[in-house]
């Protein structure tokens, strides 16, 4: 049981540098220039950035569970939910983490956007001492996303 525990909190470590690493490559390839005049599909992507068009469907897939791209019935691909949004950021007790990473609560409009992603299993409650204002409030929903099997914690076995 211990290995799995030691395995399943290495595969969450890596998982942590995923989204930022999957949103470098977006950045680097352009994504969203290609389709702010319409959207794609990642196959009519693939050409114009030079991407095979298997791996750019399985980056595109990943960011639009995570809000960045929509994706439609017919596989195509559009500017999701936070392009060109009004975003606020609020701050608990320090700027940064130890790393250098800005710590935020991201509001869109009314929306806790950071804790819709928890909610919906696509991310962890994570505090950062001393920044724990709301870390009730995301250990809450983290649990209930565990509960529902919901966003990654369909993939996860429970115990």
Not at 99 to 109: D, E, H, S
Not at 119 to 148: H, I, N, W
Not at 150 to 159: D, I, N
């Amino acid at each position: 049981m211990a290995d799995e525990d030691e395995a399943v909190a290495g595969l969450w470590a890596m998982a942590q540098l995923g989204t930022p690493m999957a949103v470098r490559v977006a950045a680097t390839l352009r994504i969203a220039d290609h389709i702010a005049t319409g959207p794609r599909t990642a196959t009519e992507l693939a050409g114009p950035v030079g991407a095979d068009p298997d791996a750019l469907e399985r980056l595109l897939r990943y960011l639009a569970v995570r809000g960045l791209f929509s994706r439609d019935e017919a596989g195509r691909y559009a500017q999701g939910r936070l392009s060109g949004a009004s975003v606020r950021l609020v701050f608990d007790a320090d700027l940064r983490d130890r790393y250098g990473r800005l710590l935020a609560y991201v509001y869109l409009g009314d929306e806790l956007f950071n804790l819709t992603l928890v909610q919906q299993g696509y991310a962890r409650a994570d505090p950062v001492p001393p920044d724990t204002r709301m870390a009730s409030v995301f250990a809450g929903a983290e649990a209930q996303a565990k509960l529902a099997d919901r966003g990654l914690w369909s993939a996860c076995p429970s115990g």
